[in-house]
């Protein structure tokens, strides 16, 4: 069996008293896409620093195709990263930029120009080479950034928020680009990112990350589809969100009463005890909209209230619909076609889901 | 409409022509032609080029220039040396507090005037100062050890007032390199000398060549730090011009030799601009 690219066994950082990493364990096969998301301040940029040498490890080991890099300098580890604000060399020209690693490499110098012109190609920038990096546009900078990178063929490319600079529209460009590359140049990504579009997008694999800790490892469906923890249901995605204590259970279902209506949905885990705190998570394009409470009768929850808002977006667009008891805000998808689809605020509206379509995360009594 | 404006225009460029009319272009003018005239007797005067051909015929004269030339470039070069260390450690090492004061510490010295800076200098160095009492109270040296008036002592005062304004232009260039800049310097491989040669020191440049021309134009120009510490046998240019004015009362040879120390003094500075491959406008911009 091949050892994966990357692994980290018990990572832990301390700063002082405050833990940014508190024991993460996890393993990135080779030539995949792995992407740790979390908000800011979660550890993720310091799991990133440790693993590119920036930073030393309070515990645990960073192991890259089965070797520890512990005690290895920076400048000598197989990882490179394309940082947050790209850091291109503005005194040097493109092909100066790129070839840098190669140089260092005491490459001779015509080959040093090929290997240039052929990552330059790949990126699909040819003859940008004699350009200065003020020249460029953000895409281009970006790809540059790859570029000055890849040709150092490392086994992990680390990228560090890496789109965070651009425009919205640019950044929708460069997440299929990303992904096209690293296909192309067939290397481990790891990418760091608080957004979560990015990471679906794009990995193989995603870690999320809170607090230090990773709350769940998966691929984008696993992690939308079946969150293991409630900070998981509420970051990833979007997600309807109630609060209240447990009644009753029935199987693998859960009764919870909350204060604008009983919702019953799939349980998260074994353990349970009458009155405890729960969260319930339902997504928007789960539940159902209609005019008539009477098509709504297969549902297991139902609510009645008024539409609040409606945030036209497209296909993406939005009701926001106020609870009847309770004043809760529901966010529910607008319904694309058929006659249903004019509705205008003050509305009255029902709303109706299975109880297959909502989770349900019991707070562990301490 | 537009004469008013004009008149706030002339107003507001008014400080700056009197300033630049006034005490540089008038005295400038002043100089040049007294400079190109020669005394034939008793108040009388032709006008000539003379003074310079003293210069150039006086091999004390330019013996004296070309050793104030190489002093003060040896003194810029030293305080480069001294002072990018101590600018990069400020810029890039110290955090939040410690950079602030140790900036600060920089400057303190420059509260006092040069004067009493240079002769806090001589307290160290004479021949009953402090060093000297130390090295004999040590057992290093059996009788007192004169360290003022010599070229090291003239040496280490250029340096010591030259400092600041080497510093200042340093830290402000450093300052704008951004720290990802550098760990992507090493994140690809680059060794700490490679990455000092390749992106800290070009970036530096123009922080570096501003420096350089500004503690190089002080030390040419320096008058008190040579004398005090160099005694009067220093052999610095503007001891030839003080002379030529004061005691010996030949105006026009000072100014011929003001006017020397001014275009010499470019040519250098031009001179280096174009062995370091830079540009004045790139400095500035």
Redesign the interface.
Known sequence: MIAPDLQCHNLTKHYGDTTAVDNVSFDVPAGSFFSILGPSGCGKTTIMRMI???QEPSSGDIQIKGKSVLNV????RP???V???L??????NVADNIG??LR??KMAKPLINRKVEEALERIGLPGVGRRQVSELSGGQKQRIAIA??MV?EPDVLLLDEPLGALDLKLREQMKVELKTLQAAFDTTFLYITHDQSEALVMSDAIAVMNAGHFEQVGSAQDLYHNPQTAFVAGFVGESNKWLGSVTQRDGHYIDIDTPSMTVRAMASGDTWNKGAKAQVFVRPEAIQISREVSALRDYDNILTGKIEQILFNGAASRLLVRSEKGSDIIEVNMPQAGTTSNWSQGDIAHLGWSKDQGVAFIESAK | MLSHRNIGFYLLLAPLALWLILLIVIPHINLAMLSLQERVGVRQYETSFANYRTFIDEPLYIMTFARTAVMSILATTLTLLIGFPVAYYIAKMAVGRAKSVLFLLCLVPFWVSELVRTFGWMILLRETGVVSSFLQWAGLASGPVELLYNDASIMVGLVYTSMLFMVVPLVSTLDSLDNSVIEAGYDLGGSTPSILREIVIPHAMPGIVSGCIVVFMLSLGNYLTPIMLGGKDSLWFTELIYSQFIVRFNWELGAAFGFLLLFLSSVIVWAALRLSGQTLERTMG
């Open positions: 590119a040498g920036f300098a920076p400048n000598k990882v490179n990263m940082f947050q604000h850091a291109l060399f503005p005194m040097m840098y690693g260092r490499r000055r990178c150092l």
